[in-house]
């Protein structure tokens, strides 16, 4: 090969590599937000993977007109409460992230994701065994398992590698609208902003997909009542999927050492060839002086 074609400019971009990474990754934690939240409404009418629709219900059923239909008053039987509950066990996971940052940078969520994973496996493992019953009185609270697990999903998703959001569409809708009105004005959208848009993209549509996916499950009864058993994969496909996120400088890494590889060679090779010309001048030059001396006798 010549010296052009081992060129770093003809090798793959690192950044190139790293954002389809950063893709692959945001498109996994779509896909298990949006089909987690429709196994979680119809376990138990609660949001786990975002608390805006948490916060909705909250305000719906704290109104004056909806508690004054419930017999009994007590905080115990509001239902709010619950969504309380819900919020705070999300609250948990977001700090949990935040201090297992401080103490393991670039490492919190899959450190955190273990335990957190392990959790949700051993609950759905019990729903599998009829260990938890769906009439038991604190069959609601079950969900205090779930919820951690995506509040560091989502602070991961903020403050780590990903800079986005990946429970959501708001955010991602206003980018792509932004990204339509430069290439509207502008006649060209610059190498970031398509970025964002293609990131923004991939979400929205692992979100989908991941809910029809969620909806299928819980229509077909593939599982048993409550869809129990359906988020078994979940605890171990975000364990690995945060592994993934706190190691997305791989990819990267390895191309840069392709490239310093790649440095070396052209390297060696052009001493190679300097060599070799400089020595080769040399037996000329010998030459022509024996053949004068030869002459000269």
Known sequence: PTLG???????PSADRCS???H??????????TGYTDVIAVSRWN???TTMTGNVVYMGREVSPLEISQHHDSSPAHWHWFYHVIVMSAFFLGVVAYQLAELRLPSRGASTLAIPFGGLMLVMEVCFQANLIHCDLGTYPLTVIAYAPMFGILASAGVAGRLATITTGTDP????????????????????SDSIKAGMSAVVIMSLLAGSMVGFLVVQLKVFHEAAHGALLPVGPGLAFLFYLHDHLAKPQLVVMRAHAKVHELADEISRKVSWTSTGTGRDSSAGEFSGGDFDDD
Request: net charge positive.
């Open 19 to 21: 954002t389809w990474k």
């Open 46 to 48: 609660v949001f786990v």
């Open 172 to 191: 991602h809708i206003f980018i792509i609208a932004n990204a339509v009105v430069k290439l509207c004005h502008e006649r060209k959208l610059k190498a």
């Open 5 to 11: 074609d081992l060129a770093p400019s003809n090798m």
């Open 23 to 32: 893709r692959l990754v945001a498109f996994g934690f779509s896909f298990v």
